[in-house]
């Protein structure tokens, strides 16, 4: 069979079956250190598609730019919604497969079907307050991050005005999930338990099962509050945009926000700051420019937070690179490896100010993240503060030694180890003065974060220097 390309270049495509062709495991120790190497092999090998086996399920990868847009662009060839993989419909997808739970929940980036749509619509519209830079909403929430951060930054600096920290655990994971907290409206600290639960599920270790029934009775009480009592924040706004929505579907998607935003935003952080003191050279232009903003961009573009995302299945069998892909197969899209094709990387020019922003770490088409611009927000918000209050940081660590978190979705570091040192007070820039009626954000009283799980998990981390 011979697929034709656009440019005239045809190729001999591979009719073999996916259960046939006996993948090579994709979530290995060489993976999980040298991710970019094992892309480089498998297109190599394969081409711009490879089929891969995720611990003991077969798939598809999707290495090649031009192919992961002509499938995330395309909803009704490559649906997403796990009711079109053919392979669990006939009962061949283990029960106990490890990725089963975090897709199973299905919630606005999981679903597909008709139903989509109206979630899809009601998520934009309760977003929207948060992520309109004209609205009230918007502007109290960048003022809280702002303080959440600086919290998180004072916290720090009680181990001396110079020192260790583990930027990870001690700014870049907490502070996306205090935003997520206030997005969500928990009342004072009480979402702080909720949190380190988060935390828990993010990180699945062996405790990560009795988080995640914590974490779902905790949300579900948090929307039966809301639904009883609506207030200013995303729940209300999510109810009143979709008020067909069950508890436990709330739940849900509540349940996305807190995980998947705040994983992303942590990541985001974390990476930026690694680009910037790690020495390359136009994220640190772009951060000693003010430009914070295109320091992220830079930084996405060589180390996506989110390197494959969810998977979306063929609608019929399709021509895709060198292979046929059956109806029903899964299909995983790696922004990472796309980013490194030779057709993407090679016309992204590093030297100019502005970089391309046609890279794919927030997804393409009609469903493209919903949460890009809340997520850009935040951490924009933090990468400046560290840099403000902050006179030197400097990685603990080599670069190429820095431990990362073993994922199939996300590329995170398990911890950033860096030296700081405190600017001095006459140093440090004020934080962009708010409007009058943003000015004061409600932040949970001093004596009620101290006491939260929270709160005593950080202190317990602060390192005395001097």
Known sequence: MESQFDDGASVDLDDTRLEELNPQPLLTRDYETRPALVYEQL?????????VDLLGVPAW????????????????????????????????VPADWPLGPSLEVNHVLIQGGRGY??????????????????HPQAKRLRTAVTAYADELITLIAQGGSTGVADLSAQFSRPLPLMVASHLLGFPGSQGDDALMD????????????????????????LAA????????????????AHPDLSLDELARELFMLLGMTS???????????????????????????????EAMNRAVMRKP???????????????????????????WVSSAAAHADPLFAEHVEGSTTISTRAHLSWGAGRRQCPARELASTVAAVGVSRLFERFSDLALALP?????????????????LPVRYELASPAEQPAPTDPEPETANPVLPDRSARQRSSLWRYLTGLIRPGR
């Open 43 to 51: 297109r190599q090998q394969h081409g711009p598609v490879a089929p």
């Open 263 to 293: 994983d992303h935003v942590g990541i985001l952080v974390s990476n930026t700051v690694v680009e910037v003191v790690s020495g390359e050279g136009g994220v640190r232009a772009s951060l000693s420019a003010g430009m914070v903003r």
């Open 198 to 221: 988060m935390w828990r599920v993010l990180d699945a270790g062996p405790d990560a099962e009795p988080a995640l029934e914590r974490l779902l009775e905790t949300l579900a009480q």
């Open 225 to 240: 509050a809301k639904l009883k009592e609506p207030g200013d924040d995303f729940p209300s706004y999510l109810l009143a």
């Open 399 to 415: 670069a190429d030694q820095l431990p990362w978190r073993a994922s199939p979705f996300m590329r995170g570091l398990r911890s």
């Open 305 to 331: 937070p989110l390197v494959n995302f969810v998977p979306r299945f063929a609608a019929k069998d399709t021509p895709l690179g060198n292979y046929t892909i059956r109806a029903g197969d899964p299909v």
């Open 117 to 134: 749509r109206t979630l899809r619509t009601a998520w934009d519209a309760a977003l929207k307050p948060f992520q309109d830079p004209r």
């Open 61 to 92: 990868l999707v290495l090649g730019y031009r192919e992961s847009l002509q499938v995330l662009q395309d909803d009704d060839g490559w649906p997403k919604g796990l009711e079109n993989w053919r392979a669990r419909t006939e009962g061949r």
